[in-house]
């Protein structure tokens, strides 16, 4: 799978490169083979037009030159110099036999990755408020890219959104690529056939949508002016057919928050009197004394905190040289009975890091002084990378239920490497904590998932925003809560009466 990684889309770069080359000299080789077919033919003619010139054709023919050349002709020449290399074409059998070779090697998308990528469209439009002009116009949140659709691109996302029952969302890349297309008149030859088709399925999104009336209109202007042969019959299947409710959009209670801070935009908060202000930490283990921890508190009780700068540029390139080692999968969530499953609530692909390698050494090291926690039990360290519209919904890292069976207690903490920068989006937020957070690259933030007497925290709800432009690439560290009674002591009493009110 490609569009779920900025990572894994470099490939489809190579495999589109190979493919360019190998048809382009292709193409020149079928040249060279017309080429030759036609100064072949060329010579056969002068010859035939003589012999047809002969005024006795008979006596001609009983020259027994004469009649050899003409057999050998038919017999040799033209079967080994133009049938035989016509049928059997070797230059395509060996541009299928290389392609056939990248696309095993390097893979190739199939039509279900078209599908994704543009879900992961109509999602950032949704998510970021991008209207689908902007959007096609190449205008991503205020930043103007060279990148603007042409009218069959808008038209061919209006088709799969239809293939996916987006109907409204449909029907506005249809009438971008209706206005595009029409704005450009003689730029394509069968302009008003594709005028026509546009329209019919703008007149189904409408049917699907409730406005039959407006979908009666659209079809019959095409039936008037310009029908085609399937507008016919795409009458009669709307006559036949009831027309859909015009469907309300449902969204998750936690959606408003969500789409909020992945804007960057914060609910007013009521003053506590006590600002949160940056500190240098140098004394939560002697290790950070001559380089003390640049904290940045972002969230008190339950706390989250950001420590900038903790890896280097060259500390990142090691990672991902690790990394590099191994296969990236698309990631999964826990389903049903705790089963992994593939989702659109997350799009992104990652492997997991030990910690034998001198960096992966050298981060388990830090990331105990840090939170405190002894890593025995912890899980290897996740690498994820998001590619355009990549994202993770809000979750809790807990489990809480379905405890995987190897775990020792359940993921008590979060430590998260943000290991790269991304040009737009890709914000962490707090759904419930009016927290969002840009990710800045080499920065980690830490919070804890579980109350101190291990009950799980409902308040640490958060999500991976979707990647508007970039490529988001981070690394997870989960401890665990076996083997840490020493590190973070219960309380006497529960605390795990904070977060009641807000579990779901
Ligand atoms: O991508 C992010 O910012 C959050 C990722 C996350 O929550 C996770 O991987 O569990
Ligand atoms: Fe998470």
Redesign the pocket.
Known sequence: EFYSSADAMQDLVQVEREILNATRSYLEEQQKQLDFYRKFLEQIKEEHDWVVEQTDLNEYLGHPLHAFRLIKRLVQDWDELVFDPIVSNAPREELREFVDSVVNELGYPNPSELHGAVKGIARLQKVYNLTTTDVADGLIDGVLYDSELSWRECYEIGVVLFDLGEYQRSLEWLQVAFVILRANPGQEENENFYLSDIKEYAALANLELGNSERSERLLNQILEKEPTNTSHLTRKYIEARKPGKSSEVNNPSWYANYTRLCQGKKLPEESTGRPLSCYLDGRTNPYFVLAPLQVEPVHLDPDINVYHRMLSQQQINSIFEEADKLTMYRSAVAGNAGKSTVADLRVSQQTWLNYTSPIMKSISRIIQFVSGFDIAGAEFMQV?NYGVGGQ?EP?P?YFEFNLPQQFQGDRISTS?FYLSNVEQGGY?VFTKLNVFLPPIQGAMVMWHNLHRSLDVDARTL???CPVLVGS?R?G?IWMHSGFQEFRRPCNLTSDSYKSAAYRN
Do not use: L
């Open positions: 994820a993770y979750h890292d998260m962490t958060h999500a991976g988001k981070i997870n």
